[in-house]
């Protein structure tokens, strides 16, 4: 019995599914961090309660696509143990941004716009043959998870 090669296989199903379900918790959390609340305090624990809520089930499909990613493709051994603790850093960084937008710092959208894409472009990339290809492992590796490390630790410096 033969085993198919990494050009035979077939296309992700399952991780463009998560894919998919990040992409409108992507999008609703973005929406929840660009608008403010209009009423009193009440409000404003509600829109802190949907960040909080959001973020966590985002970054909980960013996980499960980082290991279908790297179960079903590779990824450096290093680069995993990495993963390990910067994205849990990276979701408590996410949810220091999104309070910073709530404070009025508007700018702190970017750590938004970054985090979430850099992990899931990693899981795509860990598993799928043809990206694989093109971006060598050791730089690609290094590039994302530098830039995760830097937009965390950019993200707590600039909240304190």
């Known amino acids: ?9 077939s296309w992700p199903i399952g991780l463009l599914a998560l894919l998919a379900v990040a992409g409108v918790l992507y999008i609703l ?4 961090a660009s608008s403010q609340p209009s009423g009193g305090g ?3 624990i509600a829109a802190a309660l ?7 089930a985002l970054w909980v499909v960013l996980v499960c696509m980082l290991i ?6 590779t990824m450096p051994r290093w680069a995993a ?3 390990g603790i910067l994205v849990p850093a990276s979701g408590v960084a996410n949810i220091t941004a999104v309070d910073m937008c709530s404070r009025h710092m508007p700018w702190a959208i970017v750590f938004l716009l970054l985090l979430a894409p850099l992990l899931a472009f990693y899981a795509l990339w860990a598993r799928l043959p ?5 971006l060598p492992a050791e730089r690609t590796s290094v590039a994302v998870w530098g830039a995760v490390f830097a937009l965390s630790v950019a ?5 304190a």
């Open 155 to 159: 993200s707590f410096v600039l909240a």
């Open 1 to 9: 019995m033969s085993v198919p090669s990494q050009s035979q296989r």
């Open 68 to 73: 279908v990613g790297g179960v079903g493709g």
């Open 50 to 56: 949907e960040a909080l809520y959001l973020t966590v």
């Open 81 to 83: 143990w990495l993963a």
């Open 29 to 32: 959390m973005l929406i929840n």
């Open 42 to 44: 009440e409000s404003s």
């Open 130 to 134: 043809w990206l694989k290809a093109k």
